[in-house]
């Protein structure tokens, strides 16, 4: 089993920027696919990005394609996403996951572990 632990979320102005980070412990992160999701209120929980256990693939939604970039080292079991000129509509907990299987998926059914999640907050 894998626990997943999010950083780096805060309140930021708009156009601004965060890096996420997310540390796993308990298992080497190399093992797994990991996705970036949000969850803004009263929407569902969303995929922003994602990577293939070896980082060859990535994905990035087109609401934040060029402006958001998910990247890992798994020499330090760390996954992050960094967030450049933020906007409003970018406000939600965002939360990192793992899927054993170490493809890209979509959906958040297909995740295995999650973290607790952090509060992004872009003012406009």
């Known amino acids: 089993q894998v626990q997943l632990v999010e950083s780096g979320g805060g309140l930021v102005q708009a156009g601004g920027s965060l890096r996420l980070s997310c540390a796993a412990r308990g298992r080497a992160l190399s093992m797994y696919a990991m996705g970036w999701f949000r969850q803004a209120p009263g929407k569902e929980r969303e995929l922003v990005a994602a990577s293939s256990s070896s980082g060859d693939d990535t994905y990035h939604a087109d609401s934040v394609k060029g402006r958001f970039t998910i990247s890992r080292d798994n020499a330090k079991n760390t996954v992050f996403l960094q967030m450049n000129s933020l906007e409003p509509e970018d406000t939600a907990v965002y939360y990192c996951?793992?899927?054993?299987?170490?493809?890209?998926?979509?959906?958040?059914?297909?995740?295995?572990?999650w973290g607790q999640g952090t509060q992004v907050t872009v003012s406009s």
């Open positions: 996951a793992a899927r054993i299987l170490g493809t890209i998926r979509m959906h958040r059914h297909e995740y295995d572990y």
